[in-house]
């Protein structure tokens, strides 16, 4: 399995009126997390792109057990738990300055050719980066 965490500020911007982090704002502290995680273990997203591999977000779920605010220093934990074959599934989790859980959530991502549209296998120097995190178990 592979895990990795980042930091993300809270900004104003992301904010609503009642001080909360917008719901929609997840997603992009999601898609941060991931570009992070895979720079993290030597391969980028532009490198996947430039391979002629695209990744759609095919779903989304997501759990919302206590609010985030302004400038509160948010903990993203990333999981990858299965080594993915045309879908890779990222799960989440979010915690504030006091270690409190704010949210849980998951999305399945598709590998898809740039060219054809069509679902496709990550490309083969991806997986083996990926298969150091996975053991025969997993």
Known sequence: ?????????????????MGYVYYGNYAIYFEVARVETFRHI??????LEDSGVMMPVLEYKSKFIKPAHYDDLLTI???????????????YEVYNDN????????TTLVF???????PCMPPEHFLTILKQYFHESD
């Open 1 to 17: 399995m592979l895990t990795h965490e980042i930091k993300v500020r809270v900004r104003y911007a992301e904010t609503d009126k």
């Open 42 to 47: 030597g391969f980028s997203y532009k490198e």
């Open 77 to 91: 934990r990333i999981f990858i738990k299965k080594l993915p074959s045309v879908r890779i599934v990222f799960d």
């Open 99 to 106: 270690n409190t859980l704010l949210n849980i959530s998951e």
């Open 112 to 118: 898809v050719n740039s060219l054809t549209g069509k």
